[in-house]
């Protein structure tokens, strides 16, 4: 068995359990030895062969059973019998309780003379000494206390006269006693009982091991040193003096009083002076000790301090439970991780601190893992704890039991280790391997191993699919592949093998095999050789790839690099090699012509030189960051000076090619001429500051919305109008400004940011505060550069004050037509007063001729009249519709003529139109003159006629009255345009004051009389 040599405390448990078994089993034969030369009468088993007198059998049967007490006392502590603990105990202490009523029934048998027996009493008569009887009382005594802290005195004090009374008995055996006359304490003492007793004082006291004489024999102080010299110095004097008395008595005729005299002075001489000497060395001792513990004190300072350190500094969390799991302590690392204080979790139960209280069942099997833990079992898990930042981590626990001196758990180390990077690179190691096997998969890659000793070639999946072979055994391997090699190349492959097996080359070559259906495959092969330590070729490890494709597409590799060239060299774009240093090692046509300098003039300079000043330190950081390896690339706009000073503004996308170590080989770098549109940014910016200021200060209420109907601009008269002079719009939600806004303005919204201009001329709008508003307004979206809607401009237009002026206008209009509309009224009906009066007059004339002008003109009246009637009987006071005017009037001036022209016929044929009364009167006059014209001259001497009326639009608002009829016509020598009459100069008047042309068409029948004017 072997035991760890960091726990001296185990190590001692183990020995002291080896030496009570060893005492029992010594006890146990020697008791047994004797109770069977009693049984089978042989006395060399009773007195060991001295001679003297035998053990007695009750001596040997409660040796016996004081080695079962002391046993089952000793296995009742031991961990391995913990279940059976009580059990043990109590057989314990009934076997303590016999022994110790075995030693009281021996002192009562020899105080009592009566109980003496005879020497031949046999086998169980003989009665042991007072001596043993008080021995194993106190054995008793000792098995009684072995298990209680509270009689740790009385098993100690027990215990030293038990060994005391053995060591007495052992020189009185040793010094003899007289057979006449027998010692009182221990008669005739034999060899076996001695030994038995000196062997179970020295087992009881390993019951104990590390408490009472133990502790102070195995003590490594001062007072322990003193004790281990002393013990043993006394334990040789008192043999060795009592020799020498009994020599002296016999050679120099001492009497026994002299010689027990001398006995005792040379004891005491001796122990006073070891005594002193001791005494001495304890002085010497204190005040070592006092220097020490001053050092002591100073190294223990520094090492808690440095122990503190280390403690507070170390990356993982650690700290200190009791078994019952209270925080006791822990360091920085773990308060700074969940950021907290150590005055909040310190006393606390461990599962209920900061870093687990995210998760019941986390905090559940924290629980478990201590009680585990406080029975002495090393737990390890993982978990999660929270953060500082909120966030739960994952970390490696684990709980690790601190045993005291007596085997128990006394303190608990909870340790964590936080794997969250440890976990990702975990990860990315899987998903790498993985990788690497997909990528292998997807390359089409091989591997082979060749055994050379056992010439066993072994293939994977894909070497089967290279070589277009199934499943074959490992001994077929070599076989087949030398089967597969192009006869052109067979020699030259195996040459090649051989020489990478005799150390002259690698295996590192290209050949040709031929499938099975007759087509030739080129394959590259990597291989490495495994060699024993002489040398001697054991394992070939290698890969098979197949380039077929890659060799037959070398004959196009060329080609792809000259146009490559071409396109480098005739590229739009700038292309440049830059050594590390920023030295142009080569460029391309576009970016001489961008930067104004010869390929030659280039190759001397930097790109330092021709970068402008305020770009320099930003290039040049880019450049570092590159070079150190934190970005693969870097993209910035950037400044260079030309041949000719001027500045040309370049966008620059630049890379790092390194070597195989590492170190930087060259840049590659792109250049575009942004120049222009560096201008034109510029000349959008300055445009779009104009577009904000137009849009501030616009008279118009104007506001520009982004896609989240957020504030990008808006005019003053925005803020005006709607009270926002305060607040700050930029970057605020509209909604946020208005939240009284409505479902339905919102849809609106949605309507223009999906590309519908919405608008609406009125529109009424409840403020927040009750207030209502009238609006006119337009929704319209905005679009980016790139063509996306980027948002809404909304026009409005608060209308509240015009719309309450346009109803106090609509209520004065509503009074001033129903006053008009009274005036025409009243005028039509003095008009009809004063056709009446001209009708009366008529029936008083006499004269044909007066009657006729009466007549016309009643007729003038009534058209006039008849305009007034329509305009009061219309819904429209300004305007007339000519075109049912002139209808009714036609009819009614038919209707006239009736009783005297009765098959005249009325064509007529008008447009509806509205004029207003300024043309709708003169015109009506126009065309009575002229119907009433055709009614009196155009049918002398007939019966029968007709006469046309047409009312036309034509183009550009132009308006035709054609009056014409069949009859007679104008005469021929008459000249209608300078005619006198009456009723043609009416007509040129009226049409002068419309601003209209007369004409007279020629037609075959008939007059015709056509107005042109415009509406």
Excluded at 84 to 95: D, M, N, S, Y
Excluded at 242 to 268: C, D, K, N, P
Excluded at 275 to 295: M, N, P, Y
Aim: one cysteine or more; proline letters at 3%.
């Amino acid at each position: 068995m072997r035991l760890p040599a960091h726990r001296p405390f185990v190590r001692t448990l183990w020995l002291a359990r080896c030496f009570v078994l060893a005492c029992f089993a010594l006890i146990t034969c020697l008791s047994l030895s004797v109770l069977a030369g009693w049984a089978f009468d042989w006395p060399i088993l009773l007195d060991w062969g001295a001679g003297q007198t035998t053990t007695k059998a009750m001596t040997a049967l409660g040796m016996l059973l004081t080695g079962f007490a002391m046993l089952f006392s000793a296995a009742s502590r031991w961990r391995a019998y913990r279940p059976w603990r009580r059990g043990l105990g109590l057989v314990a202490g009934i076997l303590a309780f016999g022994v110790l009523v075995l030693g009281g029934g021996i002192l009562l048998a020899q105080v009592n003379a009566t109980f003496r027996m005879p020497a031949e009493a046999g086998f169980w008569g003989l009665v042991p000494t007072r001596g043993t009887g008080l021995c194993f009382l106190l054995f008793g005594l000792v098995l009684l206390s072995a298990r209680s802290s509270l009689l740790l005195k009385i098993f100690s004090a027990c215990l030293a006269l038990a060994f005391t009374l053995a060591w007495l008995a052992l020189l009185s055996l040793v010094y003899g006693d007289r057979p006449t006359e027998p010692n009182r304490i221990f008669g005739q003492i034999s060899l076996p009982s001695v030994v038995g007793t000196l062997t179970l004082c020295a087992g009881l006291v390993m019951l104990r091991p590390r408490e009472g004489l133990v502790r102070i024999l195995m003590a490594q102080n001062h007072a322990g040193k003193l004790v281990r010299q002393l013990l043993p110095l006394a334990l040789f004097l008192t043999s060795f003096f009592g020799l020498l008395r009994i020599w002296a008595q016999h050679h120099w005729g001492f009497s026994t009083e002299f010689g027990a005299a001398v006995y005792s002075t040379l004891i005491a001489v001796i122990m006073v002076f070891v005594i002193l000497i001791h005494a001495q060395s304890v002085v010497r001792f204190e005040r070592q000790k006092a220097r020490s513990d001053k050092r002591i004190a100073k190294n223990l300072a520094e090492r808690e301090r440095r122990f503190r350190g280390i403690f507070n500094s170390t990356f993982q969390f650690i700290g200190l439970t009791s078994p019952e799991g209270v925080l006791l302590e822990t360091n920085q690392s773990s308060l700074d991780a969940a950021g907290t204080v150590a005055a909040q979790e310190v006393g606390r139960p461990f599962w209920q601190c900061s870093w687990w209280r995210h998760s019941e069942a986390a905090q559940e099997r924290l629980k478990d893992g201590i009680t585990r833990a406080a029975a002495g079992e090393a737990v390890r898990f993982q978990t999660d704890y929270l953060a500082a930042d909120g966030t739960c981590r994952p970390v490696d626990f684990s709980l690790s039991p601190v045993l005291n001196e007596e085997g128990r758990v006394a303190y608990l180390v909870p340790e964590a280790r936080d794997i969250s990077e440890h976990r990702m690179t975990t990860e990315k190691l899987e998903g790498s391997s993985q990788r690497l096997l997909l990528a292998t998969q997807a390359a089409g890659i091989g591997i082979w191993d060749w055994n050379i000793v056992t010439n066993h070639l072994v293939w994977d999946d894909l070497m089967h699919q290279i070589y277009q072979t199934s499943a074959i055994e490992p001994w077929q391997g070599y076989e087949i592949w030398e089967s597969r090699l192009h006869p052109d190349d067979r020699a030259g492959t195996l040459q090649a093998l051989q020489e990478t097996l005799e150390g002259k080359r690698d295996f590192n070559i290209v050949f040709r095999i031929i499938w099975p259906d007759e087509s030739v495959h080129y394959i590259q092969t990597n291989a490495i050789l495994q060699r024993a330590p002489d040398g001697t070729p054991l394992r070939m490890l290698g890969t098979n790839a197949d380039i077929t494709k890659q060799v037959m597409s070398e004959a196009g590799l060329l080609e792809s690099e000259e146009r490559f060239r071409h396109a480098f060299e005739y590229s739009a774009i700038g292309f440049a090699l830059l050594e590390p240093d920023g030295t142009w090692m080569t460029m391309n046509r576009a970016l001489c012509e961008i930067v104004g300098y010869t390929e030659e003039e280039l190759l001397g300079r930097t790109f330092q030189d021709i970068t402008h000043p305020d770009d320099l330190e930003a290039d040049m950081e880019n450049v570092n960051r590159l070079i150190r390896g934190e970005i693969t690339h870097y993209q910035m706009e950037k400044r260079y000076i030309r041949k000719d000073g001027s500045v040309v503004w370049i966008v620059l996308t630049a890379s790092l090619v390194k070597e195989a170590d590492g170190s930087p080989a060259y840049f590659i770098s792109q250049v575009e001429d942004i120049t222009q549109r560096h201008e034109a940014e510029r000349v959008l910016n300055y445009q779009q500051k104009q577009l904000r200021m137009l849009i501030e200060h616009t008279p118009a209420a104007v506001a520009m919305f982004d896609h989240d109907m957020c504030y990008v601009a808006a005019s003053r008269r925005w803020r005006e109008d709607y009270h926002l002079q305060s607040q700050p719009l930029l970057g605020r939600s509209h909604y946020e400004v208005f939240p009284e806004i409505g479902e339905d303005w919102k849809e609106i919204h949605r309507q223009a940011l999906a590309g519908a201009v919405v608008s609406k001329d009125e529109d009424r709008f409840i403020r927040a505060d009750g207030q209502e508003e009238w609006l006119r307004w337009e929704v319209r979206p905005w679009m980016e550069v790139d063509g996306e809607i980027g948002g809404v401009v909304m026009f409005t237009e608060v209308i509240t004050e015009r719309k309450q002026a346009a109803e106090n206008i609509r209520a004065s209009l509503e009074e001033k037509e129903v006053l008009l509309r009274e005036i025409h009224h009243r005028v039509k009906n003095n008009m009809q007063i004063i056709s009446s009066l001209l009708q009366l007059q008529t029936s008083a004339l006499h004269d044909p001729a007066d009657v006729a002008i009466f007549q016309d003109c009643q007729a003038r009246i009534h058209a006039m009249a008849m305009v007034h009637d329509r305009l009061y009987r219309s819904g429209n006071l300004s305007t007339i519709n000519f075109g049912d005017h002139l209808r009714e009037l036609a009819s009614l001036m038919a209707r006239g003529q009736a009783a005297r022209m009765s098959h005249i016929l009325m064509d007529v044929q008008c447009d509806d139109v509205e004029l207003d009364l300024d043309k709708a009167i003169p015109l009506g006059l126009i065309a009575t003159e002229l119907i009433t014209n055709a009614f009196k001259h155009a049918f002398k001497d007939r019966e029968e006629g007709r006469i046309t009326i047409l009312l036309q639009k034509s183009e550009d608002k132009h308006m035709i009255l054609r009056i014409s009829d069949d009859g007679h016509g104008i005469p021929v020598n008459d000249d209608p345009i300078s005619a006198r009459t009456l009723g043609l100069r009416l007509v040129r008047s009226l049409s002068y004051q419309m601003r209209a042309q007369i004409f007279f068409p020629q037609q075959t029948a008939g007059c015709c009389v056509e107005i042109n004017f415009n509406v």
